[in-house]
Every structure is written in structure tokens, then in C-alpha cells.
């Protein structure tokens, strides 16, 4: 079992920044695939990125590409989303996700943080 707790979200200007965190619990995070995902007003959940288990492999969407970076901290069994260049379509509920060992689907949630981009 994996609770995910997001945190960081809140209401910046576009062209500002935010990093994006979510704490596990339990004892199989540092061997999950861990990743996130947004879901935009009146659109379905889209992944954003991914981290291997190691932390060596990383993965993005285009929508973020460039501009995003996950990284992990797994003593603290924290993820991070750092955004930047921030635009008003980044407007979303922001939720971390827990792949664990032999699994393909995302399996545990937590229950997002909304991030909301002025213009």
C-alpha cells in the first residue's frame, strides 16, 4: 500500500514557476516507477512525467518538455514536479502517481493539487 500526499500547488502568473512535491508512505516507494499527471478543467487526465525507480530515467510529455523537470528523493520518499515558464493552459489538478515493482498501470493516487495560471 502507497498513500500520496501532493503539495505545492497554488495561483501563479504565467511565465512564473512552481515546484510541485508529494510525500509517500509505506516502504515500496524507492522501488516504484513514480510519475505525474493533470487533469484541466472539462479535459481527461494527461501524463506529464515519469521517474524511474533509480531516478536515472526520466520521461516527458511535449506539452511540458523543456520547460519541466521530476527528480526524486527517495531517503525522503519525496517526488518533485519543478515547472517553469508557467502558461494559463497549465491550469490543471496536478496528481502524483506509484507504479510499483512488476506492475504497468498506476495504481496509487493522491489527491492532487490544484495549480492555477494567471494571465
Known amino acids: 500500500q502507497v498513500q500520496l500526499v501532493e503539495s505545492g500547488g497554488g495561483l501563479v502568473q504565467a511565465g512564473g514557476s512552481l515546484r510541485l512535491s508529494c510525500a509517500a508512505s509505506g516502504r515500496t516507494f524507492s522501488s516504484s516507477r513514480m510519475g505525474w499527471f493533470r487533469r484541466a478543467p472539462g479535459m481527461e487526465r494527461e501524463f506529464i512525467a515519469s521517474?524511474?525507480?533509480?531516478?536515472?530515467?526520466?520521461a516527458y510529455a511535449d506539452s511540458v518538455k523543456g520547460r519541466s523537470t521530476i527528480s526524486r528523493d527517495n531517503p525522503k520518499n519525496t517526488v518533485y514536479l519543478q515547472i517553469n515558464s508557467l502558461k494559463p493552459e497549465d491550469t490543471a489538478i496536478y496528481y502524483c502517481?506509484?507504479?510499483?515493482?512488476?506492475?504497468?498501470?498506476?495504481?496509487?493516487w493522491g489527491q492532487g493539487t490544484q495549480v492555477i495560471v494567471s494571465s
Open positions: 521517474i524511474s525507480r533509480d531516478g536515472k530515467h526520466t
Open positions: 502517481a506509484a507504479q510499483i515493482p512488476l506492475r504497468v498501470t498506476w495504481d496509487y
